[in-house]
């Protein structure tokens, strides 16, 4: 199942600046940066569950945000890509 992680995550002090890094390194564990803070995610539901609670553990629920967007398998037909930064197959081999 495709899910979209988008956050926003309030940097105006050091806990901020810590929380971002640590929820952008979370998210770099799981899926592929397609934007500074969206991430796509290829994982199954009791990984993406798991994933999600890790990540609002990490969040200032009063200063941060975390969206959660369930494309399923079918995800194909629901992403347009247009410009620079070319697409990837997030069911593909990923390079490092």
């Known amino acids: 199942m495709l899910t979209v992680i988008t956050y926003d995550v309030n940097t105006e002090d050091a806990d901020g600046r810590r929380r971002l890094r640590k929820v952008a390194k979370h998210c770099v564990n799981y899926g592929q940066r397609v934007q500074n803070s969206v991430f796509e995610c290829d994982a199954d539901a009791a990984t993406m569950a798991r994933i999600r609670n ?8 009063d200063r941060d945000s975390l969206r959660f967007y369930y494309l399923g398998n079918s995800y194909r037909t629901k992403i347009e890509h247009i410009g620079a930064k ?5 069911e593909g081999f990923l390079s490092l």
Do not use: E, M, T, V
């Not at 890790?54 to 629920?61: E, P, V």
């Not at 070319?86 to 997030?90: E, K, L, T, V």
């Open 54 to 61: 890790d990540l609002i553990k990490l969040i200032d629920q």
């Open 86 to 90: 070319p697409s990837y197959d997030p």
